[in-house]
């Protein structure tokens, strides 16, 4: 496959910056007509040809109209056939803020499935090939540490989340480490407050361990009397059963945990304790007001990875990056519409 000639290459050749080179090729008055002649000359001759996203990218901007289609984007998911991946609201907000951010510059999101024994990392490679697809966004993975083997060397990608260790994309991902401080910020403003920690083990291995990194950093700096153990069980640990006997022993005042919350188990077994426990999620649904917690913006977590990816296309970048990016994405507060009566100091279980 023969190198594409890149406005890099045409500002080293001409011994000028990237930006005269393109002034220079759009004949913008900022370059003078001695250095457009001259670059537009250098481009023809080194077999430089305009690439028609930034074209695409530009009328988007000055609003004149709408961008039509420039072509697709592969969403690629790893949960097989069918929509598993849309059960978590999560999922569906990374693929839905992609799509939206595709249509916005010209590109259409399509979702394609890799399925053990019948869509292979190599076939589904070859078909993004014959039908011309250059971008890649690789979806999170069903588990942590997952590993895509698509040709990578053929394409623009990008990664949502940490769940792909390999290869090291360019990856968008909501900024873990500010929403677990966030949280445990806004939840010890209340003084004389325990604070715990419920998280399957799977589920703070998905984000690098940052969650339980940061709980651990607020707890070094409290008193050992307010200090409450990381309920994190390993697989098949997560059972109601382990959770209650955590819960009624500290019987923190508030709660952190994810997605796979346990505060049901609680209202079921013990209603007294549930109900002046506040629960915290660091992956708010948006929905609850009975719950505090940070949003964590997934929709625009999408539109990042969507950038990192039509970026990479704009400059002719193709292939794992030797110095991969990581765009973090900030969430947002979002507080109970009523709290809970904080438990009396000294109320918990040695």
Request: aromatic share 8%; proline share 6%; with cysteine.
């Amino acid at each position: 496959m023969p190198r594409i000639v890149t406005l890099d290459d045409i500002a080293k050749a001409a011994g000028l910056s990237r930006s005269t080179v393109s002034y220079a090729l759009r004949n913008n008055p900022l370059a003078s007509p001695q250095t457009r002649s001259h670059v537009q000359a250098l481009a023809q001759k080194m077999g430089y040809t305009p690439n028609p996203l930034v074209s695409a990218l530009m009328t988007h901007r000055r609003g004149s109209r709408q961008v039509e289609a420039q072509g697709v984007i592969a969403y690629v998911t790893s949960f097989g056939a069918g929509s598993q991946w849309k059960a978590s609201p999560s999922f569906r907000r990374f693929f839905e803020g992609a799509q939206t951010r595709g249509s916005e510059i010209g590109y259409k999101v399509e979702e394609f499935a890799l399925e053990r024994g019948k869509m292979s990392a190599d076939r589904m490679s070859d078909i993004l090939n014959a039908r011309g697809i250059r971008g890649v966004i690789v979806a999170p993975l069903p588990s942590h540490h997952g590993v895509v083997n698509l040709a990578w060397n053929q394409f623009s990608s990008a990664a949502i989340g940490y769940t792909l260790s390999d290869p090291a994309l360019h990856r968008a991902t909501f900024d873990h480490y500010h929403g677990m401080l966030l949280t445990m910020e806004k939840l010890a403003a209340v003084k004389g407050r325990t604070i715990g920690f419920a998280f399957p083990e799977a589920n703070v291995l998905r984000v690098d361990q940052i969650w339980r990194s940061v709980y651990l950093l607020y707890q070094a700096g409290i008193p050992t009397k307010e200090k409450v153990p990381l309920f994190m069980p390993g697989p098949g640990g997560w059972t109601r059963e382990s959770f209650m006997a955590w819960a009624e022993r500290h019987q923190p005042d508030a709660i952190v945990c994810g997605e796979d919350s346990p505060r049901h188990w609680l209202t079921e077994i013990n209603p007294q304790l549930a109900q002046r426990t506040i629960w915290a999620m660091v992956n708010h649904p948006g929905h609850d007001a009975t719950l505090c917690g940070v949003d964590q913006n997934h929709e625009l977590v999408g539109a990042a990875a969507l950038d990192l990816v039509f970026a990479q296309l704009l400059h002719n970048e193709i292939g794992v990056p030797a110095n991969p990016k990581v765009v973090l994405v900030k969430g947002r507060w979002v507080d109970q519409a009523q709290r809970p009566e904080k438990s009396p100091v000294g109320a918990h279980a040695s």
